[in-house]
């Protein structure tokens, strides 16, 4: 069962008269730079593809990575950045990033901010810049990094999954990956074909060090109490819908429908113009 929790939504339609007041001053006006509050400032830019940044928040083992494939399926004009598997990409590479962030990651805390900042967001500008929107899943995951996030992108859709923790500690201890490939399994309700065995490669598959029990409740803990607050600093922005439930099979078809909703107005630019 999915409660939406409803939070004051940005409002398409005065988005779209806006559109209308601006085309009539004989200009056009990149969707990226459009924020409510920052209007009267806003740049006219060169007429551009529309693009949005939107943010899954979550709990850990929560299903963001589920639901960020689902919406990519969906809504193919968005392009995943996803934290965690950078991460992992740069602990398999070896990397300086990766020796650094490596030792944060296995004990289930987290990275540092900046090096999380300077491993996101000039990718993240740089992605935004194709005319592609953006899937940020797993970043920002505190106060700081949301600000600089603000600071250089203009955040304008959050999805916020919210999982009970009973929820949470079961999947995570049931998930398990092929390092090399970075193929999730769940025993519940992805298994692989032969127990213990990566479906493509046969390769044994392992338990995420941030998986086991004790780091697992360290992550909990640590999204209480450095993530849980962007949700309200979102919600404040009014840019933030929350979405309750315990499968995401059951959850995503309310995300698609509030996105459906947020995203409609690009049709109605498309064909107006
Ligand atoms: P989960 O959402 O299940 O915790 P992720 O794959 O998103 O897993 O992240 C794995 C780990 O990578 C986190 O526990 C943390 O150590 C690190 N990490 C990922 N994103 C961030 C971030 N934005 N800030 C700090 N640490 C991060």
């Not at 006219?44 to 928040?57: F, Q, R, S, W």
């Not at 999805?159 to 990956?177: C, H, K, Q, Y």
């Amino acid at each position: 069962m999915i409660h939406l929790i409803s939070s004051p939504a940005r409002s398409c339609l005065g988005t779209a008269i806006l559109r209308k007041q601006l085309s009539r001053r004989g200009s056009t006006f990149s969707r990226t730079s459009l924020r409510s509050d920052a209007v009267a400032s806003m740049p006219l830019a060169e007429d551009k593809p529309h693009t949005h940044t939107l943010l899954i928040l979550g709990k850990p083992g929560g299903g963001k990575g589920t639901i960020s494939g689902k919406i990519l399926a969906d809504f193919p004009s968005f392009q995943l950045m996803s934290t965690g598997d950078e991460l992992r990409q740069h602990v398999r590479n070896q990397t300086a990033i990766g020796v650094e962030a490596m030792k944060y990651m296995d004990e289930g805390s987290l990275v540092p901010d900046n090096v999380m900042i300077k491993l996101v967001i000039n990718d993240a500008m740089e992605a935004i810049k194709t005319g592609r929107s953006l899937l940020l899943d797993g970043f920002p995951r505190t106060l700081e990094q949301a600000k600089v996030l603000d600071q250089n992108l203009n955040v304008d859709l959050v999805v916020n999954l919210s999982i009970p923790n009973e929820t949470i500690v079961g999947r995570i201890s049931d998930r398990w990956i092929h390092p090399a490939s970075g193929r999730v399994y769940s025993y519940s309700y992805k298994p692989p074909k032969v127990k213990g065995l990566d479906d493509e490669t046969g390769e044994l598959l392992v338990q995420r060090e941030d998986d086991k029990p004790e780091s697992a409740l360290r992550r909990l803990q640590m999204y209480e109490d450095a993530t849980a607050p962007l949700v309200n600093y979102y919600e404040e922005k009014g840019v933030c819908q929350t979405f309750r439930g315990t499968m995401s099979d059951v959850i995503y078809p309310e995300v698609k429908a509030w996105l459906d909703d947020q995203l409609a107005e690009d049709k109605v630019g498309a064909y107006a113009s």
